[in-house]
């Protein structure tokens, strides 16, 4: 019960190999034992002598293995999902958890039915700037928040060929940073009452969404979720404004940009956000620092629970009322209209 839960890891693009491989070495509990790749070269030139497979299904059967890790693109997180459930293994899913909302439920009623554990990679919630938000709500720094943004935008003005960027199921800048945005913003403020949103495609030669604003709604609070490709020089990553002020959190967490540095997790300065939270309160001007980020808690957390000792990091009702916003703003987006939560009344009981 000691020795640490076996990893197969499937896919090794950008996000199998920039966050989960280092974040799975850096947990005491796990270990990587395999990877489903094409490219065995590109493995084990960070991995020498792991095994690597292109079959994804040979690595969910083997019997050496107790939690599959998918990485995939989005079109084949639910059916690799359900075959790794079907071979009695846990399952973390890379966000988004799948194509739309009926595919989760499936996914999710399966894991349920074989008493496998499931989770949804949210790393963003143990980001810096996201905990120091939090712990600034929480603590009421500026009242009661009636307007809130939350922005992840880039200036990449070329389209590229990967399929993050090609037309067809799961693809896009609302199903690729949309559950960041939305994962966060239901941390915060919980089941929003409507769902508004536009996406466009921006950028000359764009063949899938490149802009995204959805506006949640809380009563009289409103919450901005915004996404962009052609935003040069940066903007705020959190906005808020409250009754009794207002505050700026101006630069995102840095841990993506150590792991694409090639700072292993855990290193020096791992976590450590210099860029503090401004905060303006009946006229004055404060700042207070960053909150310490750690996306390896994710992995700490879900081998711990696997032995039994406290809950997932990300339990799966909550994953699935993000892939339910995530859908409701597709929807409002099409039929340019506002949108209740698509969720039913047993999943809204079960969220909280």
């Not at 996306?295 to 009322?321: C, H, M, N, T």
Request: hydrophobic residues 45%.
């Amino acid at each position: 019960m000691n020795d640490p839960l076996r990893v197969g890891l499937l896919g090794y693009g950008f996000s199998g190999k920039t966050f989960h491989a280092p974040l799975i070495a850096a947990s005491d509990g796990l270990t990587l034992c395999a990877v489903a790749s094409r490219d065995a070269a590109k493995v084990h030139a960070d991995l020498p002598g792991i095994r690597v497979d292109a079959d994804p299904l040979a690595i969910i059967r083997s019997p050496d293995i107790d939690l599959i890790v998918i990485a995939t693109p989005n079109e084949a997180h639910a059916p690799l999902a359900l075959a790794a459930i079907e071979a009695g293994k846990h399952v973390v899913i890379d966000k988004p958890f799948a194509l739309d909302l009926a595919e989760a439920r499936s996914v999710l009623a399966a894991a349920t039915r074989a008493d496998r554990q499931l989770s949804v990679f949210h790393n963003r919630r143990w980001d810096s700037d996201f905990l120091t938000v939090r712990d600034a709500i929480a603590a009421g720094v500026v009242g009661d928040i009636v307007h809130f943004e939350s922005h992840l935008d880039r200036f990449r003005p070329e389209v590229r060929d990967r399929w993050r960027e090609r037309a067809g199921p799961g693809s896009g800048v609302w199903f690729d940073l949309g559950p960041h945005l939305v994962d966060q913003a239901l941390q915060l403020f919980g089941l929003p009452d409507l769902i508004q949103a536009s996406l466009a495609c921006q950028r000359p030669g764009a063949v899938t969404d490149d802009w995204a604003h959805v506006i949640l709604f809380y009563g009289q609070r409103r919450v901005i979720l915004h996404a962009g490709m052609l935003v040069a020089g940066g903007t705020h990553r959190f906005v808020a404004h409250g009754t009794e002020g207002s505050f700026v959190k101006r630069l995102p967490d840095r841990q993506e940009a150590l792991l694409l540095g090639g700072t292993k997790p855990g290193a020096e300065g791992w976590g450590a956000d210099p860029d503090g939270l401004t905060i303006y309160r009946h006229g004055t001007e404060r700042t207070i620092p960053a909150t310490l980020g750690d996306q390896r808690r994710f992995y700490d957390r879900l081998a711990a629970s696997l032995r039994g000792a406290g809950a997932a990091p990300v339990p799966p009702i909550e994953a699935l009322a993000v892939m339910a916003v995530v859908e409701a703003a597709s929807l409002s987006s099409r039929e340019r209209r506002a949108v209740e939560l698509p969720l039913t009344a047993e999943e809204r009981a079960a969220w909280r």
